[in-house]
C-alpha cells in the first residue's frame, strides 16, 4: 500500500518552491499526495520566521499535527523550513513526539532524510552548507498548470538589522545558469508558460568570475529567448543592487513583465541606516524615477515596516509621506518584530503594540486609497493577461496583468495558458473584472 504524505506551507514563495520540490521527490520515492492530513503517514510543515507571527502560526500548527500522532503514532511528523533551521535540535525538547527537524538547505536531501527516519527514532538536519539550491531534475509540479518558480539563488548576505534570513538561509549562493535554463525548458515542456525567478536579492545574482560570468540582467537574456516562454518575472530586488543593466532589460526584453517588487522598508533616513539598509530616501526615489522614466507604465510593488525600534512620530510620518509620493501599485506592510539573532532586537527605543497597530492602521489606509484609485483607473482599457486557470467561484477565468493584478473575465476556456486581451469594466482594491477580446470558437464560460 502507497504512504501518503501531506505538506503544509507558510510563507514566501521560496517555501512553495521548496515543498514543491518535496513533493516531487517523494512522490518519486512512491509516496502519494493527499490533501486530508488525516489520510497522511507523513505530515511536513515548511515553516517561516521571518516575524515573530509567522513563527507562533508555525508552532501552534505543529501542536495541533502532533496532537494528531498521539492517536495515530506511525505518522511521521517534520518540520522544515527557517523555523527548523533556527531552533534545530532544541525543537526535539519541546516536541519530544516530532520525528524530523530539516534546515533550509536540506530539502534536496529529503529522501535520505525520510529513509533515516525509518530506521531512527529522530532525525535533525540543520547545516547550513553553501551549496546553491538543488536542480529538481523531477516532474509533476503542483501548484499551477502554467505558472512555475524557480529559484536561482539561495541565502542573503545583507544582514538588514531586523532580518533573520541570513541566519535561517545562510550567505548568498547562485545556481549555475545552464542549470536554471534547464529546469526553465524542462517547465516549458510541461505546459508553462510563465516563470518567476526567486531569490531573496535576485539582483545580486553571479554565477563564475571574469568572462565566463553570468549576472541577474545576463541570465534573464539567456532565459528569455526561450521559444514558448510568455511571461518571465522575478522577486525580489534589493533597491541598492538596481543597476541600469537591469532597468535596460526591462525596455529590451519583450517577454519581461513590466513589474518590479522593491522593498524600501522605511522612508527615514535615519530609520534606513539603523536598518543597515545602504541606501537612502533620495536614493530609492531616483530610481523609482529611472524605473518610471525607462518604462512609463511599469508597476511597482513593495514592501515596508511600521514601528522599528526607535522610530518616531515624524519619522513614520516620512514613511506615509514616501507612499504618497511614489504611489505604489501594491504594497505589503508589516508590523517590525524582533527575531532572534537579529542585531535590531537589542537596539533601544522598543515600540508599543498598540501603537505599532495604529500606525499600520493608519498606512494601510493610505495605500488602500491609491490602490483603489490606480485600479479605477484601468476601467475601459485593454490589458493583456495570461488566463491561468478558473476564479475562485469557477464562474470565469482568471489570470494576472503583467504589473501582477488580478483579473477575472468570462472568456472561453479554450483560451488558458495564453495571454489574451481583456476590457476591464470594473474594479476593486483587489481585484479586476472585465470581458475577454479574443476568442478560440471553445466553450464559453459564464
Ligand atoms: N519584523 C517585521 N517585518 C519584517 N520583515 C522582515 N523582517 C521583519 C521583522 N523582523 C518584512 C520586510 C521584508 C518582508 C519579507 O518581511 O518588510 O521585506
Ligand atoms: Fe533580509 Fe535584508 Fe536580506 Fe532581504 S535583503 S533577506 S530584508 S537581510
Given at each position: 500500500?502507497?504512504?501518503?504524505?501531506?505538506?503544509?506551507?507558510?510563507?514566501c514563495?521560496?517555501?512553495?518552491?521548496?515543498?514543491?520540490?518535496?513533493?516531487?521527490?517523494?512522490?518519486?520515492?512512491g509516496?502519494?499526495?493527499?490533501?486530508?492530513?488525516?489520510?497522511?503517514?507523513?505530515?511536513l510543515?515548511?515553516t517561516?520566521a521571518?516575524?515573530?507571527?509567522?513563527?507562533?502560526?508555525?508552532?501552534?500548527?505543529?501542536?495541533?499535527?502532533?496532537?494528531?500522532?498521539?492517536?495515530?503514532?506511525?505518522?511521521?511528523?517534520?518540520?522544515?523550513?527557517?523555523?527548523?533551521?533556527?531552533?534545530?535540535?532544541?525543537?526535539?525538547?519541546r516536541?519530544?513526539?516530532?520525528?524530523?527537524?530539516?534546515?533550509?538547505?536540506?530539502?534536496?536531501r529529503?529522501?535520505?532524510?525520510?529513509?533515516?527516519?525509518?530506521?531512527?527514532?529522530?532525525?535533525?538536519?540543520?547545516?547550513?552548507?553553501?551549496?546553491?539550491?538543488?536542480?529538481?531534475?523531477?516532474s509533476g509540479?503542483?501548484?499551477?498548470?502554467?505558472?512555475a518558480?524557480?529559484?536561482?539563488m539561495?541565502?542573503?548576505?545583507?544582514?538588514?538589522?531586523?532580518?533573520?534570513?541570513?541566519?535561517?538561509?545562510?550567505?548568498?549562493?547562485?545556481?549555475?545558469?545552464?542549470?536554471?535554463?534547464?529546469?526553465?525548458?524542462?517547465l516549458?515542456?510541461?505546459g508553462?508558460?510563465?516563470?518567476?525567478?526567486?531569490?531573496?536579492?535576485?539582483?545580486?545574482?553571479?554565477?563564475?568570475?571574469?568572462?565566463?560570468?553570468?549576472?541577474?540582467?545576463?541570465?534573464?537574456?539567456?532565459?528569455s529567448?526561450?521559444?514558448?516562454?510568455?511571461?518571465?518575472?522575478?522577486?525580489?530586488?534589493?533597491?541598492?543592487?538596481?543597476?541600469?543593466?537591469?532597468?535596460?532589460?526591462?525596455?529590451?526584453?519583450p517577454?519581461?513583465?513590466?513589474?518590479?517588487?522593491?522593498?524600501f522598508?522605511?522612508?527615514?533616513?535615519?530609520?534606513?541606516?539603523?536598518?543597515?539598509?545602504?541606501?537612502?530616501?533620495?536614493?530609492?526615489i531616483?530610481?523609482?524615477?529611472?524605473?518610471?522614466?525607462?518604462v512609463?507604465?511599469?508597476?511597482?510593488?513593495?514592501d515596508v515596516?511600521?514601528?522599528f525600534?526607535?522610530?518616531?512620530?515624524?519619522?513614520f510620518?516620512e514613511?506615509?509621506?514616501?507612499?504618497r509620493?511614489i504611489?505604489?501599485?501594491?504594497?505589503?506592510?508589516?508590523?517590525?518584530?524582533?527575531?532572534?539573532?537579529?542585531?535590531?532586537?537589542?537596539?533601544?527605543?522598543?515600540?508599543d503594540?498598540?501603537?505599532?497597530?495604529?500606525?499600520?492602521?493608519?498606512?494601510?489606509?493610505?495605500?488602500?486609497?491609491?490602490?483603489?484609485?490606480?485600479?479605477?483607473?484601468?476601467?475601459?482599457?485593454?490589458?493583456?493577461?495570461l488566463?491561468?486557470?478558473?476564479?475562485?467561484?469557477?464562474?470565469?477565468?482568471?489570470?494576472?496583468?503583467?504589473?501582477?493584478k488580478?483579473?477575472?473575465?468570462?472568456?472561453?476556456?479554450?483560451?488558458?495558458?495564453?495571454?489574451?486581451?481583456v476590457?476591464?469594466?470594473?474594479?476593486?482594491?483587489?481585484?479586476?473584472?472585465?470581458?475577454?477580446l479574443?476568442?478560440?470558437?471553445?466553450?464559453?464560460?459564464?
Amino acid at each position: 500500500m502507497n504512504h501518503h504524505f501531506h505538506i503544509i506551507t507558510m510563507g514566501c514563495q521560496m517555501n512553495e518552491y521548496d515543498s514543491d520540490l518535496v513533493a516531487q521527490l517523494l512522490l518519486s520515492m512512491g509516496y502519494l499526495p493527499t490533501s486530508d492530513p488525516l489520510e497522511a503517514d507523513l505530515i511536513l510543515i515548511n515553516t517561516c520566521a521571518v516575524r515573530a507571527r509567522a513563527e507562533q502560526k508555525a508552532v501552534s500548527i505543529l501542536g495541533r499535527v502532533l496532537k494528531q500522532k498521539r492517536r495515530t503514532p506511525d505518522l511521521k511528523v517534520g518540520l522544515m523550513g527557517c523555523v527548523a533551521q533556527q531552533r534545530g535540535g532544541d525543537l526535539f525538547k519541546r516536541f519530544p513526539e516530532l520525528d524530523l527537524v530539516l534546515g533550509t538547505r536540506e530539502v534536496s536531501r529529503i529522501r535520505e532524510h525520510i529513509h533515516s527516519s525509518e530506521s531512527r527514532s529522530r532525525v535533525l538536519a540543520t547545516e547550513l552548507n553553501l551549496q546553491p539550491p538543488a536542480s529538481p531534475n523531477a516532474s509533476g509540479y503542483f501548484r499551477s498548470r502554467f505558472t512555475a518558480f524557480i529559484s536561482i539563488m539561495e541565502g542573503c548576505n545583507n544582514f538588514c538589522t531586523y532580518c533573520v534570513v541570513p541566519f535561517t538561509r545562510g550567505r548568498e549562493a547562485s545556481r549555475s545558469p545552464d542549470d536554471i535554463v534547464e529546469e526553465a525548458k524542462h517547465l516549458v515542456t510541461e505546459g508553462v508558460r510563465e516563470i518567476t525567478l526567486l531569490g531573496q536579492n535576485v539582483n545580486s545574482y553571479s554565477y563564475g568570475k571574469e568572462e565566463g560570468q553570468c549576472r541577474f540582467p545576463l541570465l534573464l537574456r539567456k532565459l528569455s529567448s526561450l521559444k514558448e516562454l510568455l511571461r518571465l518575472r522575478f522577486t525580489t530586488s534589493h533597491p541598492k543592487d538596481l543597476s541600469d543593466d537591469l532597468i535596460r532589460c526591462f525596455v529590451e526584453i519583450p517577454n519581461l513583465c513590466r513589474h518590479i517588487h522593491l522593498p524600501f522598508q522605511s522612508g527615514s533616513n535615519r530609520i534606513l541606516k539603523r536598518m543597515n539598509r545602504g541606501y537612502t530616501r533620495e536614493q530609492y526615489i531616483d530610481r523609482v524615477r529611472d524605473l518610471r522614466q525607462a518604462v512609463p507604465s511599469i508597476a511597482i510593488t513593495s514592501d515596508v515596516m511600521v514601528g522599528f525600534p526607535g522610530e518616531t512620530e515624524d519619522e513614520f510620518m516620512e514613511t506615509l509621506d514616501l507612499i504618497r509620493q511614489i504611489e505604489f501599485d501594491n504594497l505589503y506592510s508589516f508590523k517590525y518584530s524582533d527575531r532572534n539573532k537579529t542585531r535590531s532586537s537589542t537596539m533601544s527605543g522598543k515600540i508599543d503594540e498598540w501603537e505599532k497597530s495604529r500606525r499600520l492602521g493608519l498606512l494601510q489606509k493610505t495605500q488602500k486609497e491609491i490602490t483603489i484609485r490606480k485600479n479605477k483607473s484601468f476601467k475601459g482599457a485593454v490589458v493583456e493577461v495570461l488566463a491561468e486557470g478558473l476564479s475562485r467561484k469557477g464562474d470565469q477565468l482568471t489570470g494576472k496583468t503583467e504589473g501582477s493584478k488580478i483579473v477575472n473575465f468570462k472568456s472561453d476556456s479554450q483560451l488558458l495558458g495564453h495571454i489574451v486581451k481583456v476590457l476591464i469594466k470594473e474594479s476593486s482594491a483587489n481585484s479586476l473584472r472585465g470581458e475577454c477580446l479574443d476568442s478560440a470558437g471553445g466553450d464559453q464560460i459564464y
